[in-house]
């Protein structure tokens, strides 16, 4: 399966997932603060943007995982690339650091760190009522977010500051949310990690205190999974946070790289 990517910059290789309905322009406001730095991937995953869907019965989080190293092997050949995402790409970030596939991983609010099954089964029905609330407004939806008010109520529950999302990019999230069979197939699945190859590769977590999606309090479960990690909640920043903060995030970024001997 070919996934949709862009490659920019120079430097060592930096792969960034997104998260569940998003797609690889979730990045866009981080990208010009990373390239400087490093030679950046980004990549819809499976079912996301222009990338074909998975196929009928497969385990959506194996698959990702298996077509993300191949991926990796065409786009970063002989290199140990830093992977890096967001939600659902955040788990796929640090199960391939636990599987010993990457350099370093960073992942911003990352899944898998449920407290318990209603946990889990909160965060499936947050996505499943957003989906439902957007199909009831029709065509009434983009009219709704053309407005700072209107992105505010319709995107608060991922970004801290909605508004600040451009309109164009709010309407195709939007869409996505009608369309995306991952929420059905994956958000349900067993997000347990594999015991780590090599614990020694370094593993940043960065949590919003805003998040409304995986709540910070997950953010505890980390260290018992990944010892070595280091663990941050920032005030300010919604569970998807490249809107909320762009040059905060593009650190947390970078710093998580560089904590494998790659300058930032």
Known sequence: MQLAHDIRGEGPPLLLVHGVVHRRHAWDPVLDLLTPHRRVITVDLPGHGDSPEMPAGADPLRIGLDLMAEFLEQVAPGEKAHVAGNSLGGWFALEAAAEGLVASATAISPAGFFSNSLDQARAVNTFRTLRWATRRLGGKRDVLLESAVGRSVGLGVFLAKPWRTPVEIAKIDAAALLTNTVI?????????????????????????????????????????????????????????????????????????????????
């Not at 197939?185 to 593993?203: C, E, K, M, N, W």
């Not at 040059?247 to 790289?257: C, E, F, K, N, T």
């Open 184 to 264: 059905d197939r994956g958000l349900s699945a067993d997000f347990s990690f594999t015991p780590q190859v090599d614990p020694a590769i370094p593993i940043t977590v960065a949590w919003g205190r805003r998040d409304l999606v995986l709540p910070a309090w997950e953010a505890r479960g980390v260290r018992r999974v990944f010892p070595q990690a280091e663990v941050t909640v920032y005030p300010g920043l919604g569970h998807v946070p490249m809107y909320d903060d762009p040059r905060l995030v593009a650190q947390i970024l970078l710093d998580g790289s560089a904590r494998a001997g790659v300058p930032s």
